[in-house]
């Protein structure tokens, strides 16, 4: 999809409570947004800023953004009541590569289940065989699922502490479902030192694996760097967010980004 650099009015619609810290913005746009799964929007709030957000749900001219609250930008939005207005540009980056051939596992930890949907939706839509875990650290913390269950979706559940389905994290659980079933292709967003140990598995195991990376995204032009890839020079706003696992495993992938003032610090989760 072309990115559109203009600004798209959208008004919230309904604001649906996920958890303590997630939402889900249900939007009434001015006019159609085509975006792929996985490419992302720049959300701008004149006052509040501006952050990327991975939609959720993409249905004409009703599209969904599944926001948790982790600063004040993300917290303004989030706390949006019917009737307010957001601004959006994009669509921006490549999105999943969806026409592999074989079966899809998909792998969405904490808001990465709801960035993940509309691949899953596409994915079964075409009849392709697909399998989607998603997981948190406790059932309280499992966002987008009542979603997902009015969707008619088919997928597993994993927490940490077992409150509800695998008990385990979702790199476990993985590793429990791939020993049982044969998958071609993994698609995986969610904390980095998650995708990290999937990756590695999908190597391992010979399978194709798609990550999709969420670094701090300032310009979504591939101008400013804030969001590069080192040492690779990748930047995840326009080469990216979705990066093949195996392009990027040994790199700081899971383990070091740049932080608001471009230094380079730990990733943390
Ligand atoms: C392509 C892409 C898609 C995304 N899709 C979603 C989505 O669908 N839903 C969602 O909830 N979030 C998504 N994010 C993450 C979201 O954009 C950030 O949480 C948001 O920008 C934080 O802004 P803030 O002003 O609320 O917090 P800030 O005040 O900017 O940050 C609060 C704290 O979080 C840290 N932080 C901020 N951004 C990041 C980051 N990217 N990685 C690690 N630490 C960070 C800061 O260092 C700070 O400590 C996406 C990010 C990218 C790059
Ligand atoms: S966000 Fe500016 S280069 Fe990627």
Known sequence: MNASHYYLEATVASNISETSRVNTLV??????????PGQFLMVWRPGDGEIP??????????????????????????????GEKVFLRGPYGNGFNLSLPGRYLLIGGGTGAA????????????????????????????????????????FQVATDDGS??????????????????????????????????????????????????????????????????????LRVCVDGPVFHGEKILGSDFGRFMRDEAGRRVEVVQ
């Not at 939007?27 to 792929?36: F, G, H, P, W």
């Not at 960035?115 to 994915?123: E, F, H, N, V």
């Not at 399998?131 to 979706?153: C, I, M, Q, T």
């Open 53 to 82: 957000i991975t939609p959720s749900l993409t249905m004409g001219e009703t599209l969904c953004l599944t926001i948790e609250k982790v600063g004040f930008t993300s917290s303004r939005l989030a706390s949006l009541k019917p």
């Open 164 to 233: 509800e389905g695998f008990k385990g994290t979702l790199p476990e659980f993985f590793m429990e479902v791939s020993s049982r079933n044969r998958f071609e292709n993994v698609l995986t967003i969610g904390p980095e030192r998650m995708m990290v140990k999937i990756a590695e598995k999908c190597v391992e195991q010979g399978v194709s694996c798609q990550v999709s990376l969420v670094r701090i995204v300032r310009c979504g032009l591939g101008v400013c760097g804030s969001c590069v890839l080192d040492p690779l020079g």
């Open 27 to 36: 939007l009434r746009l001015s006019e159609e947004l085509k975006i792929a």
């Open 115 to 154: 960035s993940l949907t509309p691949s899953y939706l596409s994915l079964v839509r075409r009849g392709v065989e697909t399998l989607f875990l998603v997981g948190a650290r406790n059932r309280e913390s499992l966002v987008y699922v009542r979603r997902l269950r009015e969707l008619g979706a088919g």
